[in-house]
């Protein structure tokens, strides 16, 4: 009995207990649940493209699925070692939502609102920022480089409005780098060679039509095709960040540098001509190299589907010299013109290449042969000077007292006047050519904006030109009018004719003995050896230049029965004899007539239209004897010009050589700086 009881007791004891105990474990609190870690690991656990697709809600109000990360190109990206909320800054743990349904978004900073759009370059300028702040920023450094990308890409084509959504721009960086997987290798490396190769595929998934395009290209098949990766690719013509609208003048500027990169021969070539010359000085008006190629489907010339094969290239041609505007109609012989010829290939460009020759060989014996004069007389007569006088000029001695202070007349006010409009001419016409033959030196540009332009300058020039032709040819049908009047009288190697002689031979050889000191000054009658070049020298000269200059000025007129290989020659020959010109003129002419001793710093007989009987004497001392001889040298005694005249003659002569020696030392400039 005793034993029941106890037992009875006993079960009623445990059964208080565990009543209470579970009491006790029904009152208490149940244990948090552990927070969700937002490390790497976690988001991929869900963001891995292995589980079902993620959605969020887009734009237009229809879900969006989200792009998956995968792991293992996350691990080999640029941003592998960053943590996935560094970049999404605005997801945040949301635990109870996570304990309460499985389902529910965990990270969402408030269901209610958007997730922010990632900031790459927020990001990547604030680490810039940063750096700099902290003293730490190196120049030439991947960082830097990309906030210069970010400067470039804000002022991009891309980083425009959007047209069907403006609150989205035309492209943002992860549209092309994919920014869970983004690493550009190392150039010079097989992972970059194979990079580059994915550029117009990758540029292809926005620009679908070009990427057709280009996939026929010649560019195309040795990228897509024969894996080539010297070829070029979409970032080789409209760059990877700075990508601007192809209608734009600094892209088409621009874009024909990026040909010649690959193309250096060719786009050497095409500097030389005139569409070439016209977009270095800045102008983006003329052809460019897509103009006449094509751009995205450019094909090899031999293609019979090329914009530049022979049965294909007046079309070309005629895109854009259509008969519209300030451009006529261009002719059939547009098809042969050579935009790309040039004097170092005899066999593809045999014309090119002996007008070269030509012109070479006239500048080089020229050149040589005058400068060489120049410097042996300036030696001889300095040190002549130095030993028997030290004024300007050099005094004639015995001259009877009635002769004393007279001038003797030389060029009528009618010579003059010419003589300064040839001279003001042939300036205009340096200036407004310079800028065309030197395009790529700094002076040039600004040169051609104070002109107001290329079409302003070409008509300046043309102008000029019609004015230098036009004193050229009035001084021809001039002196055929004397020379007719007088023809029974005039003596074709007389000593008043400019006819070069047996006499001016045997001058040039005395006065070679005199600069080496072998013999005295030889005596000159009315016109000097050198004189008679200067006179005879614009005869070809004007020729050469004037028809040259008059082809190019109308093409379509010359192209219409005329091979195209002539503007390629008249363009070697125009510029070419140009230069002989300019640099003759204003090395060897001032030379002989301002610059020599005897006459430095200026020689006024073409300003004032006389000179002194002294120097009349010295310079032309046979001419001087036959008219004291003959009683004829009182027909030409004037008095000295006034003091005024000589002052207002003086004013002007600096002023032309002053203008001279500036355009001389332009074109030297340039010279040597462009290696023309």
């Known amino acids: 009995m005793r034993l029941k009881s106890s037992l009875l007791l006993g079960g009623l004891v445990w059964l208080l207990a565990t009543c209470l105990s579970l009491s006790a474990l029904a009152a208490s609190p149940v244990a948090e649940a552990a927070p969700v870690q937002l490390d790497n690991a976690t988001c991929l656990s869900c963001h891995n493209g292995k589980k079902d697709k993620l959605e969020v809600p887009g734009s237009d109000g229809e879900a969006r699925e989200l792009?998956?990360?995968?792991?293992?190109?996350?691990?080999?990206?640029?941003?592998?070692?960053?943590?996935?909320?560094?970049?999404?800054?605005?997801?945040?743990?949301?635990?109870?939502?996570?304990?309460?349904n499985a389902n529910a978004n965990a990270h969402a900073k408030d269901p209610a609102l958007k997730l922010a759009k990632v900031d790459c370059a927020g990001c990547h300028q604030q680490l810039w920022d940063d750096a700099q702040k902290a003293?730490?920023?190196?120049?030439?450094?991947?960082?830097?480089?990309?906030?210069?990308?970010?400067?470039?890409?804000?002022?991009?084509?891309?980083?425009?409005?959007?047209?069907?959504?403006?609150?989205?721009?035309?492209?943002?960086?992860?549209?092309?780098?994919?920014?869970?997987?983004?690493?550009?290798?190392?150039?010079?490396?097989?992972?970059?060679?194979?990079?580059?190769?994915?550029?117009?595929?990758?540029c292809g998934s926005c620009h679908e039509d070009q990427l057709d395009s280009y996939s026929g290209s010649v560019h195309g098949q040795e990228v897509l095709e024969k894996k080539n990766v010297k070829a070029a690719v979409c970032t080789d013509c409209h760059s990877s960040h700075a990508i601007t609208s192809s209608s734009t003048d600094p892209f088409k500027l621009a874009v024909t540098d990026q040909c010649g990169s690959c193309h250096e021969e060719s786009l050497k070539t095409y500097m030389g001509t005139y569409h070439g010359q016209i977009s270095t000085l800045g102008y983006a008006y003329t052809a460019k190299c897509y103009d006449c190629h094509g751009s995205h489907k450019i094909l090899r010339a031999d293609d019979p589907k090329s914009m530049v094969n022979a049965n294909n290239r007046l079309k070309t041609c005629q895109s854009c010299h259509s008969g519209k505007k300030d451009l006529a109609l261009a002719p059939d012989g547009f098809v042969t013109y050579q935009p790309h010829g040039h004097a170092s290939d005899f066999d593809k460009y045999p014309q090119i290449w002996v007008a070269w020759q030509i012109m070479l060989q006239l500048l080089v014996g020229t050149f040589g042969f005058f400068w060489l004069h120049t410097l042996l007389w300036f030696y001889r007569e300095f040190k002549e000077r130095k030993q028997t006088s030290h004024h300007r000029r050099i005094t004639a001695e015995a001259l009877p007292e009635n002769l004393k202070g007279k001038h003797v007349r030389r060029f009528s006010r009618t010579w003059r006047i010419a003589h300064i409009t040839f001279a003001l001419s042939l300036m205009v016409l340096t200036l407004t050519g310079m800028p065309l033959f030197y395009p790529d030196v700094a002076w040039a540009p600004a040169i051609m904006t104070a002109l107001g332009g290329?079409?302003?300058?070409?008509l300046i020039h043309r102008t000029a030109a019609v004015i230098f032709a036009g004193v050229f040819l009035w001084h021809l049908f001039y002196v055929g009018i004397r020379l007719a009047r007088d023809w029974k009288n005039f003596n074709i190697f007389g000593p008043n004719s400019l006819v070069p002689n047996l006499q001016d031979g045997k001058d040039m050889i005395a006065m070679f003995k005199w600069f080496f000191g072998m013999g005295p000054r030889p005596k000159f009658d009315r016109w000097t050896y050198w004189?008679?070049?200067?006179?005879?020298?614009?005869?070809?000269?004007?020729?050469?230049?004037?028809?040259?200059?008059?082809m190019m000025w109308l093409p379509n007129f010359f192209g219409a029965f005329l091979p195209g290989w002539v503007f390629n020659v008249a363009a070697i020959f125009h510029a070419e004899e140009a230069f002989l010109a300019v640099v003759f003129l204003f090395t060897v002419h001032f030379f002989n007539n301002h610059f020599r001793p005897d006459k430095f710093p200026l020689g006024e007989v073409m300003f004032?239209?006389?000179?002194?009987?002294?120097?009349?004497?010295?310079?032309?001392?046979?001419?001087?004897?036959?008219?004291?001889?003959?009683?004829?040298?009182?027909?030409?005694?004037v008095d000295a010009p006034s003091p005024a005249k000589m002052a207002f003659s003086r004013a002007l002569g600096f002023a032309l050589i002053t203008i001279g020696l500036t355009l001389l030392t332009l074109v030297a400039i340039g010279f040597f700086s462009s290696g023309h």
């Open 608 to 637: 004032i239209g006389t000179f002194s009987i002294e120097e009349f004497k010295h310079d032309h001392a046979v001419e001087y004897e036959r008219l004291v001889a003959t009683g004829e040298l009182e027909k030409y005694l």
């Open 135 to 202: 003293g730490t920023a190196q120049t030439g450094s991947r960082l830097e480089l990309v906030v210069k990308n970010i400067d470039a890409y804000k002022a991009s084509f891309h980083a425009r409005p959007n047209a069907d959504d403006p609150t989205l721009p035309n492209a943002s960086c992860d549209n092309c780098h994919d920014t869970h997987s983004f690493n550009v290798p190392a150039k010079k490396t097989p992972e970059y060679d194979q990079w580059r190769l994915g550029i117009a595929t990758n």
């Open 454 to 458: 290329p079409h302003t300058a070409g």
């Open 531 to 550: 004189e008679k070049f200067d006179y005879w020298a614009p005869f070809w000269g004007v020729t050469i230049i004037g028809v040259s200059g008059l």
């Open 67 to 100: 792009r998956a990360v995968m792991p293992d190109k996350f691990g080999q990206s640029v941003h592998a070692k960053m943590t996935c909320v560094a970049c999404h800054a605005d997801i945040k743990d949301n635990a109870e939502n996570a304990n309460a």
